[in-house]
């Protein structure tokens, strides 16, 4: 069997008033391939469309046992995989954890692939960090957009 390429994913998310309208981008790339992503709600959080680019960009993947590399200008995101953020809230049956239907969509996700965490700095001029954000805010900018229920929940 031949091991595949690694991924690389790049993800944003936006919302305008946090909560307001909000919006996701992702940017898959492997291969010399590219696919592009984006959705969005008519009210939710910054935090919410920031998770939901990974979780999105990581179901785009076909098969299991992927290798990505997840770019993201969220800390949020970011620490609460990587300082272990996340084991604490499964740990403590997810008490005091927001966006758990989120997190609880990620936990799979993680277990299907190896993934790796990296932080960029948001507005940087880093090419895919910047195209996830312009396709974030055009999702959030679309008439129409349909409720989060997770966070319509949370109301």
């Not at 790049?10 to 909560?19: I, Q, R």
């Not at 949020?76 to 997190?103: F, H, P, R």
């Not at 692939?113 to 700095?121: A, P, S």
């Not at 312009?134 to 959030?140: E, G, K, N, Y």
Request: hydrophobic share 35%; proline share 5%.
């Amino acid at each position: 069997m031949t091991k595949k390429e690694p991924i690389v994913l790049y993800t944003d998310g936006a919302a305008s008033g946090n909560p307001g309208p909000g919006g996701y981008g992702a940017v898959l790339l492997c291969g010399g391939l590219r696919k592009e992503l984006s959705g969005g709600f008519a009210l939710t959080t910054n935090n919410r469309m920031e998770l939901l680019a990974v979780i999105k960009g990581l179901e785009a993947i076909k098969w299991d046992r992927a290798t990505v590399h997840v770019y993201s200008d969220s800390t949020y995101v970011v620490k609460s995989v990587e300082e272990g953020w996340l084991d604490s809230w499964i740990a403590k049956d997810w008490k005091k954890t927001k966006n758990t239907d989120l997190w609880q969509r990620f936990v799979p996700l993680r277990e299907r692939h190896e993934l790796h965490f990296h932080w960029v700095k948001g507005h940087a001029d880093n090419p895919e960090n910047e195209r996830c954000d312009r396709l974030a805010v055009a999702a959030r900018e679309q008439s129409g957009l349909p409720a989060d229920p997770g966070y319509e929940k949370l109301l």
